[in-house]
């Protein structure tokens, strides 16, 4: 076995929310200790999760949580062996990033307040690393209807943000999923990051299963990377991921480990965006040991060591699925493979 320490092994905490009861779907809410304690039990020859990255609603973390609440989630990470690395904001709930004063302003005083408990989280010894995960919150339909304008608009809702994040010595990382207006393609999304223009404090969120469809161009055919009668040929999907990734590698500073089958589906705010596979679907389309290495080594294949921790991210599985111990020992063993093959010795 590898003895890469780096970078750290974490495990999401949304996909106990993310369509479920409390957010549009039919099964019940997976709670925040249970998403925990499976985590926390996960072990895959002696070698275990490092830590999970959190979703900053409820019923898990109140985005409003008092300064005595968070001790007490700091003190229960550290009992199950745990830290904190990045952060979503839900921000979907509050406003958008373009539109009118008061949803801008929502949206501002959304990731302000995520910043604030990811500060605390850090003054308090259970957050070493990680950054505060945004997006646009808008539609790509909604975006379309002036692209020039509205990108101006969320650049400045990003830098207002960001400016909030620089002080508290937090970053924020913009998630590539399809269904973001500004966000929905590679081009748009790295145009948006030059318009913002705060490259050492608002950069990229890369996701293994999301951001590939960048390269299918679904939600912006114009920047399609692949044929149009595509089928994941190993030629076609290596140069596909090469010019993908020179691209964003560069405003990469947060990475999700996950699996995708390569279909899109639309629900609510969500237009059209990926789904998410268990790690070890015999549909799944990434090799996620060797894929992962597109974000986490440079154009020469050399490790880049710029992200201290990665992290699963895999939503939509069933209840059934999310309760079973061995699902978690799955992706904690894919996890594994992606350090022992990327990661590096500090």
């Not at 974490?10 to 929310?17: F, I, V, Y």
């Not at 550290?78 to 009118?100: E, H, I, N, Q, Y």
């Not at 010894?125 to 539609?139: A, F, K």
């Not at 015999?282 to 996620?288: A, D, E, M, V, Y």
Request: net charge neutral.
């Amino acid at each position: 076995m590898s003895a890469n320490n780096f970078p750290k092994l974490h495990n999401a905490m949304w996909p106990g929310l993310v369509g479920k009861k409390g957010m549009g779907g039919s099964e019940p809410d997976i709670d925040l200790d249970t998403m925990l304690d499976l985590t926390a039990k996960a072990d895959v020859g002696g070698v275990k999760f490092d830590g999970v990255d959190l979703f900053l609603n409820n019923p898990h973390t109140d985005i409003d949580i008092s300064d005595d609440g968070l001790k007490a989630l700091a003190a229960k990470l550290k009992t199950k062996g745990l830290v904190v690395g990045s952060v979503v904001a839900p921000v979907w709930f509050f406003g958008a990033a373009m539109g009118d004063d008061a949803k801008r302003a929502g949206w501002v005083n959304c990731v302000k307040k995520s910043v604030r408990i990811a500060a605390k989280l850090r003054e308090l010894g259970v957050r070493p690393y990680g950054v505060v995960r945004i997006d646009s919150s808008v539609g790509v339909t909604e975006w379309d209807k002036d692209p020039k304008a509205n990108t101006k608009l969320i650049a400045k809702s990003f830098r207002e943000a960001g400016k909030i994040a620089k002080d508290s010595g937090e970053r924020l990382a913009a998630e590539g999923e399809i269904c973001w207006g500004g966000m929905h393609s590679w081009k748009h999304m790295v145009n948006l990051l030059e318009e913002t223009a705060m490259p050492k404090v608002v950069g990229f969120q890369a996701d293994m299963s999301h951001t590939h469809l960048y390269t299918l161009g679904e939600n912006a055919e114009e920047h399609r990377i692949v044929p149009k009668n595509y089928h994941y040929e190993p030629a076609e999907f290596h140069k596909a991921l090469v010019k993908l990734t020179n691209a964003l590698r560069p405003w990469t500073i947060d990475f999700h480990v996950a699996q995708n089958d390569g279909s899109v589906f639309g629900s609510g705010s969500h237009e059209k965006t990926g789904r998410h596979c268990l790690a070890t679907d015999p549909k799944g389309k990434l090799n996620i040991p060797r894929d992962s290495g597109y974000w986490l080594r440079d154009e020469k294949g050399k490790v880049t060591k710029k992200l201290k921790h990665i992290c699963w991210d895999g939503c939509m599985f069933s209840n059934e699925k999310m309760l079973s111990q061995q699902t978690w020992n799955d992706v904690l063993s894919a996890m594994i493979e992606v350090r022992n093959n990327h990661g590096w010795v500090a």
